[in-house]
């Protein structure tokens, strides 16, 4: 077959779902076939110790009789093991991206899970312009459709990264073409608890080629299946949330990025990463409040959010009026209860606060908000985000 698409599977822990998410990628096998597509499915087992030797047990046909991977249905998955230490994807992920050499790869965690159909339709999409990348349908656990990236209401073929806002979508889910992926250096930030992936997917969208999305198509399906050892679930200090910030505020291709592109970046950082981490802190229970909050959180906030908006020029004129107030108000809070004073004054701010940009003059810019709201509701009656 000429083209070929490798799912690859991270197994942190034997008690999730894995066998659901395996078995929603071989059940397409046939579908693609057809198309002249191989399917191939990577499970990498990571830091499972012994646990990864009993899953991988007879697995040399290509079974785990081991795990309950017995049977023909399973036959034709690929088994690795990685042990770093780290409890991040990262590793694994790389892990199987250096060894691939599959025309397109497609991360799945290992407690989601395809729809039927999603690779082949997504495969369909990227063939009329070679796409680099194909961005899959995200459905939510509630079932809905993620509403990102920004994608504008008359549903272009190829997107573009300011106009169609691919900063709003931090996860690479979807088909990504390997030797794209090699051309821009694509690779998952290890050592990380969390956020491994937001700059290497910030890369794909700013650097890479083409770059679709499927409308109508089957989506990739996230649950909550992941239990409570899931890494992103706990509260961490605010230096250990934004190590991959960090890391991205020094990246050299970023640093020599356009200023639109800067601001672009900053602005969705601020709005969704750095007052989502104000508002968790504020909303938390169960942990002493000078854990939540205490100088050197407040320290560290003034810092980073003065070095955003230093990355971005200077200024973020559509960074909405409340959100604007919460960022300085945070950097002064000397302790749990004036952050959420800070955080409830935010929240009663009204549909002014959050309509009214902290220069009125960007009112009506690409990334205001009121902007997005009117645009939402073109892209609601489009269709953009719909099942066919």
């Not at 409040?289 to 810092?303: G, K, P, T, V």
């Not at 950097?331 to 800070?342: C, E, M, P």
Request: hydrophobic share 40%; proline share 6%; net charge positive.
């Amino acid at each position: 077959m000429s083209q070929s698409i490798e799912v690859v599977i991270p197994v942190h822990d034997v008690e999730r779902p894995f066998k659901r998410a395996v078995s929603s990628a071989l059940a397409q096998r046939a579908e693609l076939s057809r198309l002249g597509v191989e399917l191939r499915v990577t499970v990498v087992l990571h830091n499972l110790g012994s646990a990864a030797a009993e899953v991988s047990a007879g697995s040399g046909a290509g079974s785990a009789a081991g795990a309950g991977f017995a049977g023909p249905e399973f036959d034709g998955v690929t088994w690795l093991s990685y042990d770093d230490g780290v409890r991040s994807p990262a590793g694994p992920r790389n892990r199987a991206l250096d060894a691939s050499t599959a025309t397109f790869l497609s991360f799945l965690d290992s407690d989601d899970h395809l729809e039927p159909g999603s690779l082949a339709a997504w495969w369909k999409a990227a063939q009329p312009n070679s796409a680099s990348v194909v961005i899959a349908p995200l459905r939510t656990p509630e079932g809905t459709i993620l509403p990102a990236p920004r994608i504008r209401p008359s549903k272009p073929a190829v997107l573009d990264p300011l106009k169609d806002g691919l900063a709003y979508r931090s996860v690479p889910y979807g088909l990504l073409r390997r030797s794209v992926l090699t051309d821009v250096g694509f690779r998952y930030a290890e050592g990380l608890r969390t956020g491994e992936d937001i700059e290497a997917t910030l890369k794909l969208w700013f650097r890479s080629g083409p770059i679709c999305y499927p409308y109508g198509a089957p989506a990739y399906h996230q649950t909550d299946d992941s239990g409570a050892g899931r890494v992103t679930s706990s509260l961490s200090s605010l230096a250990d949330e934004f190590r991959w910030l960090e890391r991205l505020l020094a990246s050299g291709w970023l640093q020599q990025a356009r200023p639109a592109e800067r601001r672009a970046v900053a602005l969705k950082v601020l709005r969704v990463h750095g007052i989502g981490a104000l508002l968790r802190r504020a909303g938390a229970s169960g942990l002493p409040d000078d854990a939540l909050w205490n100088e050197a959180e407040r320290a560290y906030w003034a810092d980073i959010s003065s070095r955003l908006y230093a990355f971005a020029g200077g200024h973020l004129p559509e960074l909405s009026r409340r959100d604007a107030e919460l960022t300085r108000a945070a950097a002064a809070a000397a302790d749990v209860q004036s952050l959420r004073t800070a955080v409830e004054r935010h929240r009663t701010a009204g549909r002014l606060g959050d309509l009214v940009p902290a220069s009125p003059a960007a009112i009506l810019s690409r990334d205001s908000v009121l902007r997005h709201y009117l645009t939402e509701r073109q892209r609601a009656r489009a269709g953009v985000f719909s099942r066919s």
